[in-house]
């Protein structure tokens, strides 16, 4: 009897299908468990007698009814490769907004429970600044100027350095003193892995930003050099000088690299999330392609429309009078690399997690606008391990200019023209600039040459100082490479075990 057959195979589909299917970018895996999954598709359309080519949320959700969630998603995903234009109606339901509570309401209850925990003149100084009105007109003034967010993070430090003091019967209190007790426990929490660097600095900051509102006449000049000064250890980051040297032909290589990544991880994906995450990846890859071809600001970027600033074809980009800094219109003719991803993205990515009405070309996590600091975050979380420093959307602007000013220093003009500069006025800085890069350059090759003829070793030898630079720029990881915390307070000792 012969076997009961649950897919059809791969050479009994129609040819495009095939063909569309087969070059789609997969691992063998992925190919297997999809192909499966495309064939199981065909097979309970040809058993119901139906259009297999009928795609849509609704067909996929009938015909799949009673199959393991596992199988219908890869279905789903199936479906998406081998008929790209239906991909946002299969994933449209997903992205619907559920309702959510009122932020006043929880923003109320937030402050109420931070607040119980500070002490009494504390609260009573801050709870004015902190009112929630039900009107929103009589609202507190921090609550009027600070986001939601922030108040938390703040109020959240705060209640948390009075606990620790009220729990050593320490004067619970803000002081250098009560500061530089709570950083020694911190610093030996770091120094054992039990704590990140990162969040001591987070919590400097915030009691930083909540102290001087609720007590301004007192001085708190000291919390501000530790936030300072923590701020410098938790960023173990490159400087925008140095993120400046990052070739824009490097740039966009790596955007490409990424772009092909995204793809791969789509076809993948088995849920939302790492829909979501295969998204995040492709959207920084665009973004990293477009601002090394065309250098517009972040803030344009990330308000491109996708319908009014690109052009039909995607061969261009017209941002109006409004969505630039200077007020003029920006235009910009894109290459053949540029048009391919932006259509990739667009077909592929966007479509999974844009919002039905949304009309931006960068969409975020929920499918609405994105922030173009957070496109900035994105292009410098993958650059920083990728380059070895950080590059940010500004020091790309600043990478285009040195290239023409290097390349051609007699136009150096043209960086203004590029970058869309509001004046001629930052030209002669980039004048200036190409004469010490052209010198550099010559210098450099003229060693090399002196070098070879010589056949000297050039090599630099690290210094003791060096090795010094390179462990206090390291990320701590152990007590040698933490700098004393006491430090970071004024008036504070050098030495953690000497008495407080």
């Known amino acids: 009897m012969p076997k009961h057959r649950l897919t059809l195979p791969s050479s009994s589909w129609p040819e495009d299908l095939r063909n569309r299917f087969e070059r789609h970018p997969l691992t063998t895996a992925q190919r297997t468990r999809l192909a499966g999954a495309l064939g199981r598709w065909l097979k309970i359309s040809q058993d119901l007698g139906a259009c297999s080519r009928d795609v849509s949320r609704e067909t996929w959700l009938e015909r799949t009814e009673g199959l393991s969630q596992e199988i219908r998603n890869a279905v789903r995903q199936a479906l998406a490769i081998a008929f790209p234009n239906a991909a946002a109606s299969l994933y449209k339901e997903d992205n619907r907004r559920t309702e959510r509570p009122d932020k006043r309401e929880q923003l109320r209850a937030t402050i109420a429970r931070s607040l119980a925990r500070f002490p009494d003149d504390w609260r009573a100084a801050a709870k004015p600044l902190l009112h929630v009105d039900d009107s929103e007109i009589g609202d507190g003034i921090l609550v009027q100027a600070s986001a939601s967010s922030t108040i938390k993070r703040r109020l959240e430090a705060a209640a948390l350095h009075f606990d620790f003091y009220r729990a050593r019967d320490l004067a619970v209190d803000i002081t250098p003193t009560s500061v530089r007790i709570k950083l020694r426990e911190d610093q030996s929490r770091v120094e054992s892995g039990d704590r990140r660097l990162g969040g001591v600095a987070v919590d400097i900051a915030a009691l930083s930003g909540l102290a001087p509102a609720i007590w301004p006449t007192r001085s708190w000049l000291w919390l501000m050099t530790a936030r300072d000064r923590f701020k410098k ?21 790596a955007g490409q690299q990424l772009l092909d990544k995204a793809d791969v991880f789509h076809a993948a994906a088995q849920n939302r999330r790492e829909l979501i995450a295969a998204h995040t990846k492709a959207r920084t890859a665009l973004t990293m392609i477009l601002l090394a071809e065309a250098p517009v600001r972040i803030t344009s970027c990330a308000e491109i429309e996708l319908r009014s600033s690109l052009l039909d074809d995607l061969a261009g980009l017209c941002l109006d009078a409004s969505a630039t800094k200077e007020g003029d219109v920006d235009r910009r003719a894109f290459s053949a690399t540029l048009i391919d991803a932006i259509g990739r993205y667009v ?5 999974v997690v844009a919002a039905q009405a949304e009309t931006r070309l960068f969409v975020g996590e929920r499918g609405g606008p994105i922030k173009g600091a957070q496109l900035s975050k994105c292009l410098g979380d993958f650059t920083d391990p990728v380059f070895k420093v950080r590059v940010t959307p500004h020091a790309v602007r600043h990478s285009v200019g040195n290239f023409i000013v290097a390349t051609a220093p007699e136009e150096a003009g043209l960086a203004s023209v590029i970058l869309n500069h509001s004046s001629g006025a930052v030209t002669p800085d980039y004048t ?18 002196n070098a070879a ?48």
């Open 453 to 500: 003829e010589l056949r000297a070793d050039t090599t630099p030898i690290t210094s003791r100082k060096s090795i010094k630079r390179r462990r206090s720029k390291a990320p701590a990881k152990s007590p040698r490479d933490i700098k004393d915390y006491q430090g970071a307070v004024p008036g504070s000792c050098a030495n953690p075990n000497r008495g407080t």
């Open 347 to 351: 077909r592929l990515h966007r479509a």
């Open 432 to 449: 200036r600039r190409a004469g010490q890069i052209v010198a550099s350059r010559r210098l450099g090759a003229a060693t090399t040459s």
């Open 233 to 253: 250890l938790a960023h173990q980051h490159g400087s925008r000088n140095a993120s400046r040297s990052i070739d824009a032909a490097e740039l966009r290589a």
